[in-house]
């Protein structure tokens, strides 16, 4: 049974229908009370401002630096060494602080359907980077059996009961989406799902992030088809997808590719190419008012209410060059409007219907069918949803980020796109491995975390589109698959200064080894190469305990070369005629051998290559 209200929340109530405009996340704001009540008040420093609660801290966060880094896990992966595609395991977050230096403009496009605000969601993540482990744990909760962090102590409920029911929600955001535009390259741009709850505050936030000259687009969403009477008001049918550019006068809009090509025929040979119809009125085009005589004599003056869509002189040229279908009687002629002529696509509308862009119904209908479960999912976006914006916005080796990957929809767009052009595109996902809830179907089905449905209907989604175009040219070279890295531990201790003089002993030791304890050669060269600016489909070639790491399409150029098991003169001389920009070795490696290592650094000086030790 609900609580009766004390008399002071009595009162607030009753404040609230008088004067709703005073509160501010259900609290009275004093300012705009003594403002509504006409008080002379002098504002200081008044400017058309968002702000909210925790504005500075999420700054903070945003500042802090990660000492996390990604690992690949091999096991999960699909096609781990040729595929160009990611799939990031871990709070994003720490995600995009880790991948701030290999992928610094060089995304162009993203897109996220984050947390809505319903007052139903668990999303607020405790951002607390700056602790170590063991504090950070403490904060978060424990840990289940397999490694996984409790649910309960991840998320928190944001319930519009919350005194920062608003600010809470922006706190999440912010430093979120500060990341995600470094990401992006001049030319790119970033999608954003949203419903009416946060509409508002994304649209300001957008605009301090992105600046209100980068807005491009509100994109209204028809998300549903029924009419659901039991609605209070209004029977919600939509949703909105914000678009901001990083530079609007950078970026070059696509066409939308046309659907109905197949209507351009071309029954009378014409010289100019297929054709379709068009009517020959139009609403105030060119204000033409005269008679058109048909060639049985009829003559025809424009309709009530309409004009003739082109000029007499042009329309005598159309006559004289075949481009006119009369019709029978005194019907209106038609005009052969050739695709030739036609522009290379659609300028698109911000208005995306469902037999456009598919519907709650048809997603749900999608990935019950993938994954062969019904019910497994709620709400989740359409394929063709991404896809549509996809075309308006990427070509075909683009790089497109998701960083709330959810059920991995983005990364099955991208393949369902790429089988349909021929394209090469690339997609980045990242989602947390949430705790799926007990009683939900997914978690029935033997799926114990959000982050382990996507990649399992990645995985038959990438199986689907193969076997539905097998008779595709080329589709052998379609990549389905997906290296999987999760967020980690660093594999290098952290040298620490909040500690006592009892522990002074063992951080000392960090100058002797500082390699974790559970670290693994192949996760150093993967936190190595991040570190160091290297995209993680980068080539790794390991020969002679040289880890040679080089940009994909040129091997032989920008060579970061890594010594992590062995370092002799004969080493050193395979790393010198490999040519490298920079050379990293484990310092324990040389073993106390002085000599070696003053060797080494005259040798790389002399040869212009920068070298470091750890």
């Not at 990031?88 to 496009?109: H, P, R, T, W």
């Not at 000029?311 to 159309?318: C, D, H, P, R, V």
């Not at 033997?446 to 990649?455: E, F, H, P, S, V």
């Not at 967020?487 to 951080?507: A, G, H, P, Y």
Request: glycine residues 4%; charged residues 30%; hydrophobic residues 35%.
């Amino acid at each position: 049974m609900k609580n009766s209200l004390s008399p002071q929340q009595e009162k607030l109530e009753q404040l609230k229908q008088l004067l709703p405009e005073v509160f501010t996340e259900g609290r009275v704001d004093w300012e705009k009370l003594k403002l509504s009540l006409g008080e002379d008040i002098n504002i200081n420093n008044e400017r058309y401002v968002l702000n909210w609660a925790g504005k500075s801290n999420a700054y903070k966060v945003l500042q802090e630096p990660t000492s996390k880094t990604l690992s690949p896990d091999k096991s999960e992966s699909v096609d781990f060494d040729k595929t160009e595609n990611l799939f990031i395991e871990g709070d994003n977050l720490e995600a995009l602080k880790i991948l701030q230096k290999s992928y610094f403009g060089k995304v162009k496009m993203i897109y996220i359907d984050p947390p809505y605000n319903t007052g139903n969601d668990s999303f607020i993540y405790p951002d607390r980077f700056k602790e170590n482990l063991e504090n950070y744990q403490k904060n978060v909760g424990d840990k289940d059996e397999d490694g996984y962090l409790i649910q309960d102590s991840i998320f928190k409920k944001n319930r519009k009961e919350n005194g920062q029911y608003h600010s809470n929600w922006l706190n999440m955001m912010m430093p979120r989406l500060y990341l995600a535009k470094n990401l992006l390259r001049d030319d790119g741009v970033i999608f954003i799902s949203i419903d009416d709850n946060e509409v508002h505050n994304l649209r300001l936030l957008m605009n301090e992030i992105f600046g209100e000259e980068n807005f491009v687009a509100c994109i209204v969403w028809e998300k549903v088809h029924t009419r659901k009477n039991s609605a209070k008001y209004f029977s919600v049918s939509h949703e909105y997808i914000l678009l901001f550019a990083k530079n609007k006068l950078k970026w070059n809009r696509v066409l939308l590719p046309r659907e109905n090509i197949e209507a351009y025929k071309n029954p009378d040979n014409h010289q100019k190419g297929p054709w379709k119809l068009d009517p020959i009125t139009a609403h105030n085009e060119y204000n033409a008012d005269y008679i058109i005589t048909k060639p049985n004599g009829v003559k025809l003056s424009r309709p009530q209410g309409s004009y003739w869509r082109f000029s007499e002189n042009t329309i005598k040229e159309k006559i004289k060059s075949n481009e006119i279908v009369w019709g029978d009687g005194d019907s209106y002629p038609m005009v052969k409007r050739f695709l030739s002529e036609a522009q290379d696509g659609l300028v698109p509308i911000t208005i995306f219907h469902r037999k456009f862009a598919g519907d709650t119904s048809y997603s749900k209908k999608e990935i019950d069918n993938i994954l062969t479960l019904k019910g497994i999912f709620e709400y989740v976006k359409p394929s063709l949803l991404i896809k549509r914006l996809m075309q308006i916005t990427i070509k075909n080796n683009d790089i497109i980020l998701d960083f709330f990957a959810g059920s991995g929809t983005t990364a099955h767009a991208v393949m369902q796109l790429n089988a349909e052009d021929g394209g090469s595109r690339k997609c980045i996902s990242i989602q947390l491995p949430e705790i799926c809830e007990e009683k939900s179907e997914a978690f029935k089905a033997g799926y114990k975390t959000i982050a382990d449905i996507a990649k399992e209907r990645i995985r038959r989604a990438g199986k689907k589109i193969k076997e539905d175009n097998k008779d595709k040219e080329n589709i052998d070279q379609l990549d389905i698959g997906f290296k999987v890295l999760k967020v980690s531990d660093s594999n290098f201790r952290e040298w620490r200064t909040d500690i006592s003089s009892e522990k002074l002993d063992e951080q000392l030791d960090l100058h002797v080894d500082p390699i974790a304890e559970d670290a693994s050669t192949e996760n150093m060269v993967y936190e190595l190469m991040l570190k160091n600016g290297k995209d993680l489909n980068s080539h790794i070639k390991h020969h002679n305990h040289i880890y040679s790491i080089s940009d994909q399409e040129n091997h032989d150029e920008n060579i970061l070369v890594l010594l992590l098991e062995e370092v002799n003169e004969g080493v050193i001389e395979n790393v010198l005629q490999e040519n490298p920009n920079k050379v990293i070795a484990l310092d324990k490696l040389f073993k106390n051998n002085d000599q070696l290592k003053t060797n080494t650094a005259l040798q790389m000086q002399d040869a212009d290559i920068k070298f470091e030790t750890i």
